[in-house]
């Protein structure tokens, strides 16, 4: 997923190499040094990225509760960077404009301040609350940056493996589809039984699966109950320029929950599908094998159009300051076995996004929990989401997407 500039929307970005740290000021500067001299940030800029990394991670060490620092690589088409996010549950910052000007270091760290982060990065964003907690995103792109660097991504996620594993078997991704992609062939019924050996939804719930009807193009859509989106047959993508958006939850956790995550996120990526229910097959195709996911899909289009599928308990909403909307999704196993797809459609506001987040993340959030990070770019929403509602009881992750501005 390059960083591709729309008409309404801004650039994406691609995330990789994530590397969380907890109580490691030394490790994290190391790992911050190590990035830094693999993607060629230079010797003075990753001397900056390190510098930075010591104030945040020595911040949380000294100060913080429950924090941790997360470290990953960014890239676009043009260029590669690093991504800090530093994440605490208190005691929070009662003043953020005094705390970013300059001689309010505290004890223990190495004493630049978060105004000196603030100024070596090329962007970097606060957000905190006082009995919260605090949190905060910087990226350092090589200098001089490259002009694709500029802005700030219209998606934005997060993952965190479940304690004691090093990988985690949740994913998420994002991409452009300009409307220049071949068509996708609809020959191959995405509910086939599933492979011997392997879980269905009927087994594990009881349930009693149905394989969905041939669709054809001139297929209408047909109307929901009083109060609820319309589900649309044979949903089209609108014209110009959309992003889809995927979130991933691998069945279980561990090295081969990250199998199946992974092989979802590489099939979404490199996907020709249009809409999420197209881009739904080609992921249960390529999951096949493998433990199978839920899986939410949805394309965002400039004027707020949403399309949205989904496959088992991926959490979506839409939600602005004032109001959160939950977004249907059905039983199901994608690389398994699906109930018969179905494809929604919503308007995202202006000032509205979209999140989808695993069952590593408590449904127990609302509207109010995020207002005042609705101005903030969607990773570090992320972020507080996951310290909000993350329950460490099994891998997490949280995906946000802005409406085009």
Known sequence: MGAVTTVGFAPLLDCEDVAWFRDQPEAARGAAAALGRRIGLGEQRSSQLVLAVAELAGNIAKHAVDGSLLLRVVRNEATAGVEVLAVDGGPGIADVSAALRDGMSTAGTLGIGLGAVQRLADSFHIHSQPGLGTVQLARFWPRPAHPSAAGEPAVGGITRPIGGEQVCGDAWAARTDTGERPPVSHTENVARPPASGTPSWSTLTGTRPFSPQPRTASARGFSARPGRPAAVRAAVAGPGTGVLIMSCDGLGHGPMAAVAAQAARHAFKTGTARTPEEAMEQVHRALRGTRGAAVAIARLEPDGRLLFCGVGNITAALVTGTSRSTLLSHPGIAGHQMHQLRTYEHHLPRHG?????????????????????????????????????????????????????
């Open 353 to 405: 996004i979209l999140v989808m987040h695993s069952d590593g993340l408590s449904e127990r959030w609302t509207q109010s929990d995020l207002a005042g990070l609705l101005h903030h770019p969607p990773s570090l929403i992320a972020a507080a989401l996951m310290r909000q509602a993350g329950t460490r009881r099994d891998d997490a992750s949280a995906v946000i997407a802005k409406a085009a501005q």
